[in-house]
């Protein structure tokens, strides 16, 4: 397989995956460029500081501020090898989808509803393969977990009645009783719900449900984890609009402008007859009214 031809270090201009040649598979599998872009903006190949023996094999180099980068090219080639599996599993429902970490619960939910298998998001309740007396108890034939350490309740359980899992494998993930490990980024919501995607998508591609000529119609935003504050705040804005455009149209509509703030025109100076005014203290009283026309009145003497 080859590596990553291209500057992982620069996380502003990532050059794409272009001398790509994975030898283990037909060229009908080999990946596109929009693939390699797609996994390369979600980060599904950062990973942790820290490293697992088991995880070296599918760890491409290391970067300065100590971040282990995944290889791509063995990212692709696992998720077609557990696309592989799926498909082999006669009936669907007996594959389940786990995910105890909230960034994967809607991941696992939408790929368990286009794929006809089953999925149990939040807290895995101990005994749900071996104790036969509870209500929760099942026997499936595969489990695709999201993260090893997380969902390690499921993983052991499987362990003792013979159960193969497929698990997305970070840098630092144990890989004890995981089978086919998908080396990927598990703590990111967008990394996560591009890898559940992609499987989904090569499931149906390998039953002929979709054609790989054409796009898939379900946008990867549908296995993205949404959270509850994000969405009220969507919902807020949305009903503010509505109640902005009602309040438009509700509005009442004027035949004729209405015109404010118009004061009727002062009479011309010349209207009045301006009256000399008398000096001393007989003076007469000034003239009053409009017309200018006041009446005389008689002087007054101490």
Known sequence: VAFLHCNIYNSVNVPFLVNMSLSNLPAVLQPKEEDIQMMLSANVHSG????????????????????????????????????????????????????????????????????????????????????????????????????????????????????????????????????IAIPANNKGKLSIGLVYWMLAREVLRLRGTISRTADWDVPVDLFFHRDVEELKKADEEQQAKIEEAAAAAAAPAYEEPVTEGIVAEAPAMEEFEATPAATGFNAAPAAAGWDGAAEATAGSDW
């Open 48 to 179: 942790t500081k820290n490293s697992d023996d088991s995880m070296k094999e599918y760890i491409w180099r290391r970067r300065q501020d100590g971040i282990y980068i995944l290889n791509i090219g063995k990212t692709w080639e696992k998720i077609v090898l557990a696309a592989r599996v799926i498909v082999s599993i006669e009936n669907p429902a007996d594959v389940i989808a786990i995910s105890a970490r909230p960034y994967g619960m809607r991941a696992v939910l939408k790929f368990a509803h286009y794929t006809g298998a089953n999925s149990i998001a939040g807290r895995f309740t101990p005994g749900t393969f071996t104790n036969q007396i509870t209500k929760q108890f099942k026997e499936p034939r595969l489990l695709v977990i999201t993260d090893p350490r997380t969902d390690s309740q499921a993983v052991k359980e499987s362990s003792y009645v013979n159960i193969p899992v497929i698990a997305l494998c970070d840098s630092d993930s144990p890989l004890q009783f995981v089978d």
